[in-house]
């Protein structure tokens, strides 16, 4: 009975995190007269892709389509991920393998700076950019977002390379291979989990941000997915289609990447926990 029920509560929270995502795509196959209408039905009686195809073929801004949106995420995105991944692994490395001054103030660091409201680092995040020459370029939020998303990551990596046994490297040492090899072929396979989950939660920040891309950002052009997602939402009224296809395409790539990577996230969480 015990398990039954744990497995009862389980399901219910399962079906309330996914009642708004349903509801969002079952919208957005719902013809206009239906979302409107004063029943709603929670399955489309009339299925159709228009809203679909409005966003997709139609500009949202004159000379700028959907498409040009979702690309500029996906570069800010991606970019995130690499370089976040790249420098938090060498910095997790040093701190985990080598002792030096002010090493437990570093350490230190990374937890305070995960407390600092985001909102408060607008202003001044903003005139350095503007001194940098970043100011209405994507650069300016990858950067950001390096800046938001490598603390976490170096002090959830940190735990995975001191999880790696020294004399696996001392190892790999006698037998002739160098740092650079030790590094490659030694310690980065062994992380490998560990960079899987860090690199979802540098994806998820960089892809669903908008603060920072709303203020770094005047060039419509240049403008990320979350900014676009405001056009659809008018003074008067809100065209309540186009918006659920679009947040369903803006939704799909964040649960595709999460899919691909999810079972080398659940062990790399597991492993990370080991010593540290």
């Known amino acids: 009975m015990k398990k039954v029920a744990l497995n009862g509560a ?12 349903y509801w969002m795509i079952s919208t957005s196959l ?13 399955v489309p009686t009339h299925p159709t892709l228009e809203h679909y195809r409005e966003i997709l073929t139609g500009n949202l801004i004159p000379g700028v389509s959907f498409l ?10 991606v970019s995130t991920v690499v370089l976040s991944g790249l420098v938090a692994l060498l910095a997790a490395t040093a701190v985990a393998r080598f002792r030096f001054k002010l090493r437990t103030s570093f350490l230190i660091m990374l937890l305070v700076v995960q407390m600092i409201p985001l909102e408060a680092l607008v202003i001044p995040l903003f005139l350095m950019i503007q001194r940098l020459g970043l ?3 994507l650069p300016s939020l990858i950067l950001t977002y390096l800046g938001f ?3 976490f ?8 390379v001191a999880a790696v046994p020294k004399e696996l490297e001392e190892a790999a040492a006698i037998d002739g291979a160098s740092r650079a090899q030790i590094f490659r072929r030694v310690l980065f396979p062994l992380v490998a989990p ?32 979350p900014v676009a997602m405001t056009f659809f939402f008018g003074r008067d009224d809100t065209n ?27 062990s790399g969480l597991v492993a990370g926990a080991v010593k540290g």
Do not use: C, H
């Open 194 to 225: 560990g960079l899987v989950a860090t690199s979802i939660f540098s994806f998820i920040t960089a892809w669903n941000e908008l603060i920072f891309a709303l203020t770094f950002i005047n060039d419509q052009g240049s403008y990320t997915l």
């Open 10 to 21: 389980g399901l219910l929270v399962a079906l309330f995190a996914a009642f708004p995502v």
């Open 149 to 151: 998303s490598l603390p």
């Open 135 to 137: 100011y209405n370029t």
């Open 153 to 160: 990551a170096v002090w959830m990596l940190r735990g995975f």
């Open 240 to 266: 309540w289609g186009p918006v659920m296809a679009a947040s369903t395409l803006f939704t799909l790539p964040v649960i595709i990447f999460f899919l691909l990577v999810q079972r080398r996230m659940v």
């Open 68 to 77: 040009d949106f979702f690309l500029n995420s996906a570069l800010v995105a």
């Open 30 to 42: 719902k013809p206009s007269r239906e979302i409107f209408s004063s029943t709603p039905q929670p």
